[in-house]
């Protein structure tokens, strides 16, 4: 049975296992220490989002992080479902985790949900198309600011 359980300072260590795991599907850069710092203060404080475990039958299969944003586009409190990763033997567990964070993102009083999903990952994007998202004919587009 598939469950979720929010994350505390003790999940940092399998938070970090993941998202290494995460990051080397697309060939993302991994920097163990900042991402370390980036969950460790997104743990911290409820106000940014939060992380949950995913579990099945009491075992850690991966993880889903939903931040928290403002928007008068779409009317208020919206949420990206930033992160989002099971192990690969557990993957068809997707239609679970959804059904979670649509609920959870209910009682947050989050208005509109946002997600990202590589172009090329057709079972991601099917799973999505299930749940009502859109493509809105935009383009993400990031500009990283310098410390």
């Known amino acids: 049975m598939v469950s979720f359980r929010l994350t505390d300072s ?10 290494k795991n995460f990051y080397g599907l697309s060939s993302y850069p991994f920097d ?20 949950w475990i995913i579990e099945y039958d009491s ?16 009317k208020g409190r919206d949420a990206f479902i930033d992160e989002f990763y099971i192990e ?10 959804m059904d979670f964070i649509v609920k959870e ?12 999903v590589e172009k090329d990952n057709e079972r991601a994007k099917n799973l999505y198309l299930k749940y009502n998202f859109t493509d809105n004919g935009r383009t993400l587009m990031t500009r990283w600011i310098d410390e």
Do not use: M, P, Q, W
């Open 32 to 51: 163990e220490d900042k991402v370390r710092e980036s969950v460790a203060n997104l743990i911290n404080n409820n106000n940014l989002g939060r992380i």
């Open 10 to 19: 003790e999940d940092i260590e399998i938070l970090l296992n993941f998202i």
């Open 105 to 116: 993102s209910l009682e947050l009083e989050i208005k509109a949900l946002h997600l990202e």
């Open 59 to 74: 075992k850690a299969i991966g993880y889903i992080i939903l931040t928290f944003g403002y928007s008068i586009e779409y």
């Open 88 to 97: 690969e033997e557990y993957r068809g567990r997707g239609k679970e985790t």
